[in-house]
């Protein structure tokens, strides 16, 4: 059984800057593409970010390019989301998830392992 763990949300002000790791458990973490995804208060859930298998490529949600980057570091199953510039329109909770395949993908469908979230909140 696959688990995602997410950490590193919390409380923030509007320019400020969170790190969100995400734990993965399984010797197969490193063959699947990784993803973030938001969900805010009274909103459907988004696409924020995603990884293929070995961290060479990556792919962004446009609210978010140029201010978060995410990477991932197979040997100890973790992958990051570095968030700068946070804005007020940020806030929510985000998600990592595990794709079904090695390519990145922004499509929630094509996760199939959720983490349970961690909050993020941006003050302004």
């Known amino acids: 059984q696959v688990q995602l763990v997410e950490s590193g949300g919390g409380l923030v002000q509007a320019g400020g800057s969170l790190r969100l790791s995400c734990v993965g458990s399984?010797?197969?973490?490193?063959?699947?593409?990784m993803g973030w995804f938001r969900q805010a208060p009274g909103k459907e859930r988004e696409f924020v970010a995603a990884v293929s298998w070995n961290g060479g490529l990556t792919y962004y949600a446009a609210s978010v390019k140029g201010r978060f980057t995410i990477s991932r570091e197979n040997a100890k199953s973790t992958v990051y989301l570095q968030m700068n510039s946070l804005k007020s329109e940020d806030t929510a909770d985000y998600y990592c998830a595990r794709g079904r395949s090695a390519v990145a993908r922004s499509s929630s469908e094509e996760y199939d392992y959720w983490g349970q979230g961690t909050q993020v909140t941006v003050s302004s």
């Open positions: 399984g010797r197969t973490f490193n063959i699947y593409a």
